[in-house]
């Protein structure tokens, strides 16, 4: 199903290929094969006249995927808790010239994300894309996790996506188009670090994951996980801030260093587009090859 909207993917501009020109060239002229190039790009990766929602997109990857959607054309509605970096965030993205709006909710509070759902069909209608980046990383040696930190790991890190798939995943699938994107863990697939419900909620994510897929994917909705590798955020400050363990695990990649918000950009683009049409079900690890190790 073709986008809302058409138009140009914002902020960006083909390169002409190094092609020969006039007769007997071995290539097309050089305007034509950049006109070429754009318009075939575009038609993979523009997101004009999409509707994305990104949770926890006010800071760290979040604050990343909810940039790169909006540069590829993207309408993007973000929702976090923190007012100042919600304001912070979508006054960045306004700035490049995108589209954005922000929604302060606490995940936590199933009253209060639902009134975010309102919200979000009030700024710019029923999103096509949904990105679950919010987390919580509570972590105490197991014998030591209370009820409580237990069942905020699980509202916010499993319950969240899964409400917020309930909200917005049927209709995409009604439209025929739809995009669900879950930001899982390394922990999902293994423990280490005090895994605890940190683990088993990244765990369920990905488990939700496949099974939003079984649901949807029939429909046009493709739902895939990523699996980051290390990189230094609010959520993981303590072990950031220690250049000894930050080392060891620049070490433990093939690329040689820890990952940066940045990094997450392209999949995101990638798995929120038309490129990814026949991608869905699965976990993908960008994480420098830290996983394959």
Same mark, same amino acid.
């Given at each position: 199903?073709?986008?809302?909207?058409?138009?140009? /993917?914002?902020?960006?501009?083909?390169?002409?290929?190094?092609?020969?020109?006039?007769?007997?060239?071995?290539?097309?002229?050089?305007?034509?094969?950049?006109?070429?190039?754009?318009?075939?790009?575009?038609?993979?990766?523009?997101?004009?006249?999409?509707?994305?929602?990104?949770?926890?997109?006010?800071?760290?990857?979040?604050?990343?995927?909810?940039?790169?959607?909006?540069?590829?054309?993207?309408?993007?509605?973000?929702?976090?808790?923190?007012?100042?970096?919600?304001?912070?965030?979508?006054?960045?993205?306004?700035?490049?010239?995108?589209?954005?709006?922000?929604?302060?909710?606490?995940?936590?509070?199933?009253?209060?994300?639902?009134?975010?759902?309102?919200?979000?069909?009030?700024?710019?209608?029923?999103?096509?894309?949904?990105?679950?980046?919010?987390?919580?990383?509570?972590?105490?040696?197991?014998?030591?996790?209370?009820?409580?930190?237990?069942?905020?790991?699980?509202?916010?890190?499993?319950?969240?996506?899964?409400?917020?798939?309930?909200?917005?995943?049927?209709?995409?699938?009604?439209?025929?188009?739809?995009?669900?994107?879950?930001?899982?863990?390394?922990?999902?697939?293994?423990?280490?670090?005090?895994?605890?419900?940190?683990?088993?909620?990244?765990?369920?994510?990905?488990?939700?994951?496949?099974?939003?897929?079984?649901?949807?994917?029939?429909?046009? /909705?493709?739902?895939?996980?990523?699996?980051?590798?290390?990189?230094?955020?609010?959520?993981?400050?303590? /072990?950031?801030?220690?250049? /000894?363990?930050?080392?060891?695990?620049?070490?433990?990649?093939?690329?040689?260093?820890?990952?940066?918000?940045?990094?997450?950009?392209?999949?995101?683009?990638?798995?929120?587009?038309?490129?990814?049409?026949?991608?869905?079900?699965?976990?993908?690890?960008?994480?420098?090859?830290?996983?394959?190790?």
């Amino acid at each position: 199903m073709p986008a809302r909207g058409e138009g140009h /993917v914002a902020g960006w501009r083909a390169t002409a290929p190094l092609t020969g020109q006039g007769t007997g060239s071995l290539g097309r002229p050089r305007d034509t094969g950049a006109v070429t190039q754009s318009k075939y790009l575009r038609g993979l990766f523009s997101l004009d006249g999409r509707v994305a929602v990104v949770t926890g997109g006010s800071s760290g990857i979040g604050r990343s995927m909810a940039a790169a959607l909006a540069r590829a054309g993207a309408s993007v509605v973000i929702i976090a808790r923190r007012l100042k970096a919600l304001d912070e965030a979508a006054a960045a993205i306004l700035s490049e010239g995108g589209t954005a709006g922000r929604v302060r909710a606490d995940l936590a509070d199933r009253a209060d994300l639902m009134r975010a759902c309102l919200e979000v069909r009030a700024t710019f209608g029923d999103p096509d894309i949904l990105v679950n980046a919010a987390g919580v990383n509570i972590r105490p040696p197991l014998a030591e996790l209370t009820l409580d930190q237990w069942d905020q790991s699980i509202q916010v890190n499993l319950t969240a996506p899964f409400l917020l798939g309930q909200e917005f995943g049927p209709a995409m699938a009604a439209r025929g188009w739809g995009r669900i994107i879950n930001v899982a863990s390394q922990q999902a697939v293994r423990a280490f670090g005090n895994s605890g419900s940190y683990g088993a909620s990244k765990g369920g994510l990905v488990s939700l994951t496949r099974s939003q897929s079984e649901a949807w994917a029939a429909a046009g /909705v493709c739902c895939n996980a990523i699996a980051p590798g290390f990189l230094a955020t609010a959520m993981t400050s303590e /072990v950031a801030s220690d250049p /000894v363990r930050a080392a060891a695990l620049a070490a433990r990649t093939m690329i040689g260093r820890n990952g940066r918000p940045s990094d997450f950009e392209g999949i995101t683009v990638f798995l929120a587009s038309a490129a990814s049409d026949y991608v869905t079900g699965q976990l993908i690890c960008v994480d420098g090859g830290f996983s394959a190790m």
